[in-house]
């Protein structure tokens, strides 16, 4: 079949009823379309509408695919079959842009609202406008895309003279490249969601302004080929939302929509791959959650999630999800590797859904993106090496960590359970942390009960904060290189005297380090060492006869070293020996009252 310079073509199934196995353009031969050609195609009401070449399929520099998702079924797409090579050249598009759900309409719809609309939902949560707080809701599968962006909110107003309204906008397009051969993507494949427009009207009785619709969400792309080459796009990009005038009537961005590709061999392809979420009309609203993108590489047997927010910044994130499975049903899927970039942020939403890595994979990124929680990660089997943010909600949200774990300039804030907690690394400066706060736990203990089964290490001004009645480290502890570590047990309860922080061996402090223990009872099982101009303060928590055990209680050697500071305000203390070197040590229980003779 060849469509020469120029010549232009549209295939519309849609009339046709009874299509139930679809539409479909079949030749045996090649699929050829010469520069400046343009094809439309539209899907049909079910399955879709199918390009089926039995050898190449080719399009030039300056052709263009137009593909229509069907207006009110977004899983009716369009696909490109070929059964050797398809080739996209520098210049040529295959577009869906603003082609698949209408505004307003959408498994992940945005809302109406009488200033700004929100933005349609995808691969993430649309973003949400000036008066509407709900996004349109992520949809759609990770793993196989096939599902239009939504369309967007609109807005509507009725004052003075009588109604007027902006329309939401389209999301884009779906499509599905079947590839027997070479994919060669040089050129686009853009299935972008459609920018937020504007009304002029009344707003407010007789006076006159701007309202906006939110951004259409991105739609999917789905590619399988036996090799994938190229230096192009593929795009599935929300749109942004609109934010005309000066009253900040601001609409949501739309959401990024899922790309997801399968091949034996990807290693020559250098194209970019987009997903982002589209910027918020103004500063009155949000922008849209990224989307997906999913790689399986059978030559590697490497299975990679990306989630790219090209740094823009939003409340809502890209979802974890497939179709066809409810809240409460049991769902598992497997990565060699998560990569998060760019405030490009990830939510696993539901407590029965989990995550694994695989044996050495790895939770990557640039330290800028955050995984949300609330079901269970598995990366017991990682590199150990944690390079995004991660936040454990409570409730179902729970990280089980490898051995040893290392957070490098990224936060681990636990209000849920970390289990298999062993040897622990905070490092990477002040970003670095470990934060369990009073809900969490590690497995097989209470809410606000921590046990570390190996060693605790802060370094590099990293720190590590314990908001938890009851901790307990089976290994080694060192604070170094103006790191912090703080236990704070703090209005966690009336029963202060059951407060304990447990450190079963040597704990070291030191190169301008601090350690706040805000704690009724401290034990070192050895030695404790502070130096370097570091400081331990020990300041016990609760009232009265609570502190009469207020202790800091150390087995081995009490060393103070090089204008090192340690301050301790129980009522006791202990040590089989103390070593004090041009340091400071303050014994101070006066705030106690009688309780100061248990000294």
């Given at each position: 079949a060849l469509f020469d310079s120029a010549s232009t073509m549209t295939?519309?199934?849609?009339?046709?009823?009874?299509?139930?196995g679809g539409a479909h353009l079949t030749t045996g031969v090649d699929w050829l379309?010469?520069?400046?050609?343009?094809?439309?195609?539209?899907?049909?009401?079910?399955?879709?509408?199918?390009?089926?070449?039995?050898?190449d399929s080719i399009l030039d520099a300056a052709t263009t695919l137009n593909v229509y998702t069907h207006s009110s079924?977004?899983?009716?797409?369009?696909?490109?079959?070929?059964?050797?090579?398809?080739?996209?050249?520098?210049?040529?598009?295959?577009q869906g842009t603003g082609r698949?759900?209408?505004?307003?309409?959408?498994?992940?719809?945005?809302?109406?609202?009488?200033?700004?609309?929100?933005?349609?939902?995808?691969?993430?949560?649309?973003?949400?406008?000036?008066?509407?707080?709900?996004?349109?809701?992520a949809a759609g599968s990770v793993l196989r895309p096939a599902l239009a962006g939504s369309g967007s909110g609109g807005a509507s107003r009725n004052q003075c003279s009588g109604p007027f309204s902006v329309a939401g906008v389209p999301g884009g397009s779906a499509v599905r490249l079947v590839v027997g051969g070479v994919a060669n993507?040089?050129?686009?494949?853009?299935?972008?969601?459609?920018?937020?427009?504007?009304?002029?009207?009344?707003?407010?009785g007789c006076t006159y302004g701007y309202i906006n619709s939110g951004g259409g969400a991105g739609g999917s792309i789905l590619l399988e080929c036996s090799k994938l080459i190229g230096s192009g796009t593929m795009s599935a990009v929300g749109g942004a939302g609109s934010g005309t005038g000066t009253n900040g009537y601001h609409g949501g961005g739309g959401s990024g929509g899922r790309v997801a590709v399968y091949s034996g061999d990807m290693s020559a392809w250098g194209g970019s791959l987009l997903v982002y979420g589209g910027a918020r009309g103004g500063t009155n609203a949000d922008a849209g959650g990224p989307g997906t993108v999913y790689l399986e590489e059978a030559s590697s047997g490497r299975r990679r999630l990306l989630v790219d927010g090209n740094s823009v910044s939003s409340g809502r994130w890209a979802w974890l999800m497939e179709p066809g499975y409810t809240s409460s049903q049991n769902l598992t899927w497997t990565f060699d590797s998560i990569e998060l970039t760019r405030l490009g942020n990830l939510l696993l939403p539901y407590a029965a859904w989990s995550t694994l890595?695989?044996?050495?994979?790895?939770?990557?990124?640039?330290?800028?993106?955050?995984?949300?929680?609330?079901?269970?990660?598995?990366?017991?089997?990682?590199?150990?090496l944690v390079r995004s943010n991660v936040y454990v909600y409570g409730s179902g949200g729970m990280i089980d960590v490898a051995d040893p774990t290392t957070l490098d300039g990224v936060s681990l804030r636990v209000y849920g359970e970390l289990s298999q907690a062993a040897n622990?690394?905070?490092?990477?400066?002040?970003?670095?942390?470990?934060?369990?706060?009073?809900?969490?736990?590690?497995?097989?203990?209470a809410a606000g009960n921590v046990r570390l089964l190996g060693s605790l290490s802060a370094n590099s001004s990293s720190g590590v904060e314990l908001y938890s009645r009851w901790v307990k480290v089976?290994?080694?502890?060192?604070?170094?290189?103006?790191?912090?570590?703080?236990?704070?047990?703090?209005?966690?309860?009336?029963?202060?005297?059951?407060?304990?922080?447990?450190?079963?061996?040597?704990?070291?402090?030191?190169?301008?380090?601090?350690?706040?223990?805000?704690?009724?009872?401290?034990?070192?099982?050895?030695?404790?060492?502070?130096?370097?101009?570091?400081?331990?303060?020990?300041?016990?928590?609760?009232?009265?006869?609570?502190?009469?055990?207020?202790?800091?209680?150390?087995?081995?050697?009490?060393?103070?070293?090089?204008?090192?500071?340690?301050?301790?305000?129980?009522?006791?203390?202990?040590?089989?020996?103390?070593?004090?070197?041009?340091?400071?040590?303050?014994?101070?229980?006066?705030?106690?009252?009688?309780?100061?003779?248990?000294r």
């Open positions: 295939f519309d199934p849609r009339p046709i009823s009874g299509l139930t379309m010469r520069t400046s050609a343009a094809v439309t195609l539209f899907a049909a009401s079910s399955n879709g509408t199918w390009i089926e070449a039995g050898r079924n977004g899983g009716s797409n369009v696909g490109v079959s070929a059964g050797r090579n398809l080739v996209l050249a520098v210049g040529a598009t295959v698949g759900y209408a505004g307003g309409s959408g498994p992940g719809a945005g809302v109406l609202g009488g200033f700004g609309g929100s933005g349609g939902g995808h691969g993430g949560e649309g973003g949400t406008s000036y008066d509407v707080g709900t996004p349109g809701p993507i040089s050129g686009v494949v853009r299935m972008d969601g459609s920018v937020g427009q504007t009304a002029y009207g009344y707003v407010s890595l695989a044996p050495s994979g790895s939770l990557g990124g640039d330290r800028t993106s955050t995984f949300y929680l609330k079901g269970r990660f598995n990366a017991s089997r990682s590199d150990g622990v690394f905070v490092t990477g400066g002040t970003s670095g942390k470990l934060q369990v706060y009073s809900s969490g736990f590690t497995s097989g203990l089976d290994g080694s502890v060192s604070v170094q290189g103006g790191a912090s570590m703080s236990v704070d047990q703090t209005g966690l309860g009336a029963n202060a005297s059951d407060f304990a922080a447990l450190f079963e061996r040597d704990v070291t402090v030191g190169s301008a380090a601090t350690m706040t223990l805000k704690v009724t009872r401290v034990s070192v099982g050895d030695w404790l060492q502070l130096n370097g101009g570091s400081t331990l303060t020990h300041q016990p928590v609760g009232l009265g006869t609570q502190l009469s055990g207020a202790s800091l209680s150390v087995g081995g050697e009490l060393r103070l070293l090089q204008l090192s500071t340690l301050s301790s305000y129980g009522t006791n203390m202990a040590a089989s020996s103390l070593l004090v070197s041009n340091s400071t040590l303050t014994l101070d229980a006066t705030s106690y009252g009688s309780a100061a003779s248990g």
